[in-house]
């Protein structure tokens, strides 16, 4: 049974056991989380899918010498994916471009979205570093082309140059264009794409599952009052208030 299921399961039960909301002591709960069994090996693959969807590579490779369990894609190809998604956080667009193509050409050949994301990128980085004529010229080459074939692209555009009408960024509605934040932005859009090129999820599993756990802890507060995890760093359990 897989553990997605295995929680379901027990959140089930213990969602039985509270269906009028009542106190469920230490000791109770503590028992019914015992009682929960997950394999090793499936807790070594959900640290593996992180550190490989996350791109640590060599935590990878040392994990994989601890503990045995082989990631499900080339770990070569993470080192490769990490360096487009640098190139893309440094603001190199043009390199993380080549990077992509020289990785799968159908990446962008397929994803028109994620191929003007990039080209809008190219352009904030014009912007940024003040190549006004420089910046127009390739709005009007490559960018208004695919405005006119696509509505959202063209509205994309219109907030991107509208940094152009402002000397002071700080006044600029569309300033936060230029926040490091869009840059990670689009470096997840391509890395997200990569992995999906190679079959792999784009999101680790890990995160959802924490997800889903804070999830089943509000709803069955609903009916009960239970010890619950509300530091996931530390995982302990702590009595209600």
């Known amino acids: 049974m897989s553990l997605f ?3 379901v399961r027990q959140l089930a039960e213990i969602e ?4 009028s909301k009542k106190v469920i002591p230490r000791e109770v709960w503590e028992r019914k989380l015992n009682n929960v069994k997950i394999r090793k090996e499936d807790m070594n693959k959900l640290v593996m899918n992180f ?26 190809t993470i080192t490769d994916r990490m360096a487009v998604k640098k190139a893309v956080q440094s603001g190199n667009v043009e390199d993380a471009i080549e990077k992509v193509n020289d990785l799968n050409p159908e990446i962008l050949d397929t994803n028109p979205q994620l191929f003007f994301h990039l080209q809008q990128q190219r352009l904030i980085e014009l912007i940024r570093n003040g190549k006004v004529e420089e910046a127009l010229e390739f709005a009007q080459e490559e960018l208004a082309p695919r405005g006119e074939e696509n509505q959202s692209f063209l ?3 219109e907030r991107t140059v509208a940094l152009l009408a402002f000397e002071d960024i700080s006044n600029c509605p569309v300033g936060e264009l230029l926040d ?8 997840s859009e391509v890395n997200a794409a990569i992995l999906t090129s190679q079959s792999h999820e784009k999101d680790p599993k890990l995160p959802s599952l924490l997800k ?5 802890q509000n709803q069955l507060a609903e009916k009960a009052s239970f010890p619950r995890i509300n530091d996931i760093t ?5 009595d209600p208030v």
């Open 5 to 7: 299921w295995i929680v």
């Open 16 to 19: 039985a056991m509270a269906a």
């Open 51 to 76: 550190l490989v969807t996350e791109g640590f590579v060599e935590a990878a490779e040392k994990f994989c010498k601890e503990s045995g369990t082989e990631p499900d894609i080339d770990l070569a």
């Open 155 to 157: 509205e994309e555009l």
């Open 180 to 187: 490091i934040s869009q840059r990670l932005k689009t470096a």
């Open 212 to 216: 889903m756990l804070i999830w089943a």
């Open 234 to 238: 530390t995982a302990a359990l702590e």
